[in-house]
């Protein structure tokens, strides 16, 4: 399997040259050249989650043994789940939780940020490269968190993450904050994240730098979802999903389709199920949830990408994007692969702030996806109306897909079972939950988890206890223009 750029310009790269370079050359991001089948696709139901991770994943990463990638696979997922399936699948208000966020740090991003570390360090055997990798990671708050988790002492590498200042909840600061591995470096910046990603984008290409890095010794790479290193690991568990939906309590019938919704931000998780769908899994409609930050919503209703607009502060955080990444790739596959147009749209991005895409492009994209936006106080209301009925509690940002799938299935009448992607646990937001289901906030953000977990009886996650008391140990804030100066400088150079 080779990758291409989306630009067209950078020459195709194998998966281990795509995942150790981030992003191409070209500006342009990595894709696959094709999407294989799922072979037996419906002879997969009795697997468990990490043998369909191999069957799924063997394709994308042929260059890779099976040995190879059964060691990738145990080593991301092997007693780092609170749950033994792994991806628990679980029926609530109508629709099909698919809960990403049993693992390290509470959040999906652990779901390929496990894995992606383990297919760089191989990644880097494979092409004889040893200049330590530095790896960069703007965050809107969970990709830092699981990345310096997933990163944490991997030989070869130094991981460097920038988040928004003051823009992340209290946990996801903390957790960030108190990265005790000795390769980690982290800033919050002042800005807000799509300052971080640009001026990410921009030192991951600049021709001086890499010069300067290569002459010392090192080598970029990103850990965003930039890099498809991440999006592969993510098809996994739709093809699980789907898969539970048909063995748990008959949903559906083999072959019967599905629709997916995902809160969206950058917009990795839902391309991911995008991939799903073109390996094979049966897909009707992909539900692209955004909360006030609605930039998604309207170009997918429109057509119109514009991110000149007003940036809003929510209680979901890490969906607060206006420019999001992966869009392009979509873009790519929608253009049948026209890479020309797709520079001239993020040409036209980067110049204006605003595109338009084709009609033959807009009308592929109105036939398979829907879109819809929740505001906070009708996401807090989902939030405490879904517990009020059934008990069952979620985050915010999965709060974002079920309002907005409940606002579809009402709009359109379209009852097909859908899946959730339910991207964190509530406790990462602790006190916008308890709001929601009207407790107290406590004095702070861990006194609110406490009081969340005796009126709820849900188990705090293991990667929460125990932080209020580790030390805080990167205290920076910097500005954005300052970003490269300071990896500069924690490198030597
Ligand atoms: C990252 C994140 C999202 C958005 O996912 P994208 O792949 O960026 O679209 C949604 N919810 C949570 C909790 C996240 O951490």
Redesign the pocket.
Known sequence: MKYKSTRGIAPEMSASGAIIKGIAADRGLYVPEEFPKLEAFNHMAALDYKSIAAKVLAPYLSEFSAEELKECIDGAYDGKYSVPEIVPVRKAGGAYFLEL?HGPTA???DMALQLMPRLLVKSMEKNHEDKTVVILVST????GTAALKGFENVPGTQIVVFFPDGAVSPVQERQMRTASGSNAHVFSILGNFDDAQTTQKQILSDDVLLKEMEAAGFTFSAAN?MNVGRLIP?IVYYVWGYLKMVTDDGAIFPGDPINIC???????????AYYAMRMGVPVKKLICASNKNKVLTDFMNTGIYDANREFFVTN?P??D?LI?S?LERLLYHLADEDAAEVRSLMDQLSETGRYQVSEKVFEKLSKLFAAGYADEDEINAAIGDLYAEEGYLM?T??AVGYKVWKDYAERTGDYTPTLI?S??SPY?FAASIAGSIGIEPGADEFDTIERLFIATGYPVPSGLAGLKDRPVVHKEAIKREDMKERVKKLLGL
């Not at 809107?140 to 990709?143: A, F, L, R, V, Y």
């Open positions: 966020y959040a999906f991003k809107s708050g969970d990709t979802s993510q995902v809160p969206s931000g950058n917009f990795g998780n839902i391309l991911s979901s890490s969906m994007i999001s992966n985050d940002h999965t992607a991207t964190a990462k």
